[in-house]
């Protein structure tokens, strides 16, 4: 069936150091991917997405990366900070569809 | 600006008994949805609406029933709550349908049934 999981369930890293968060994917007919960031008591925030035509899509601190030969997306965070500790979830969802199929999460924790 | 808004944050239900969850958005989106958020797993997709005056069921419809009351206004209704239906409730919406457009969620809804 479809799903969406994620390699690690929690990360730990220091303060200003770069944060990778691992997620497969296993339907390969998905063709829209989205990072969410979940803080402790909120609703998941839109970090960053990417269409499956592109493979690296930046934004201000992240990166999405796209191996669709793997089934594989990643999220780097640049210099992460105290305030990047949260639960990221990817997403996929179909174009022209309405069933986003989320990951399970990971824990980022950032030491000071 | 609010965006999305969702009411009660917090409730505990008897098995048997039902509630109403209310959810509004004030971005003038025309899509709607309802997940829920359990321990370890991803949200799952229970009811959405694609647009005003429709609705349709998502992964997990079981035991729920929405209303687009407007194009504002999403409800899910359990009629006979469960303790299955424990959960984190989460309403979103989004300008169209969620490919290329970003998902506004709610900042949920704990329901205990005990």
């Known amino acids: 069936g479809e799903s969406v999981g994620l390699h690690l369930p929690t990360l730990s890293v220091q303060e200003g150091d770069n944060s990778i968060i691992n997620c497969a994917y296993s339907?390969?007919?998905?063709?829209?991917f989205i990072w969410y960031k979940q803080e402790s008591g909120k609703g998941p925030q839109f970090i960053i997405d990417i269409r499956s035509n592109m493979d690296k899509r930046q934004g201000q601190r992240v990166t999405v990366l796209l191996n669709k030969t793997v089934k594989h997306l990643s999220l780097q965070i640049a210099a992460t900070q105290p305030g990047d500790s949260a639960v990221y979830f990817c997403?996929?969802?179909?174009?022209?569809?309405?069933?986003?199929?989320f990951g399970a999460g990971t824990r980022l924790f950032v030491k000071a | 600006n609010a965006g999305v808004t969702q009411t009660p944050k917090f409730q505990v239900l008897k098995t048997g008994q039902s509630m109403t969850l209310q959810c509004a958005q004030d971005m003038n989106h025309n899509s709607m949805y309802w997940y829920r958020q359990d321990p370890g797993m991803g949200l799952r997709l229970i009811y959405y609406?694609?647009?005003?005056?429709?609705?349709d069921k998502g992964e997990v419809p079981n035991g729920y029933n929405v209303s687009r009351l407007n194009k504002r206004e999403f409800s899910l209704r359990l009629e006979s709550a469960a303790p299955s239906q424990t959960s984190v409730y989460f309403c979103a919406s989004s300008e169209k349908g969620p490919t290329g457009n970003t998902i506004y969620f709610g900042e949920g809804s704990w329901l205990t049934v005990v």
């Open positions: 997403a996929e969802t179909l174009t022209g569809g309405f069933k986003t199929i």
């Open positions: 609406s694609a647009s005003e005056g429709t609705t």
């Open positions: 339907n390969s007919a998905s063709d829209y």
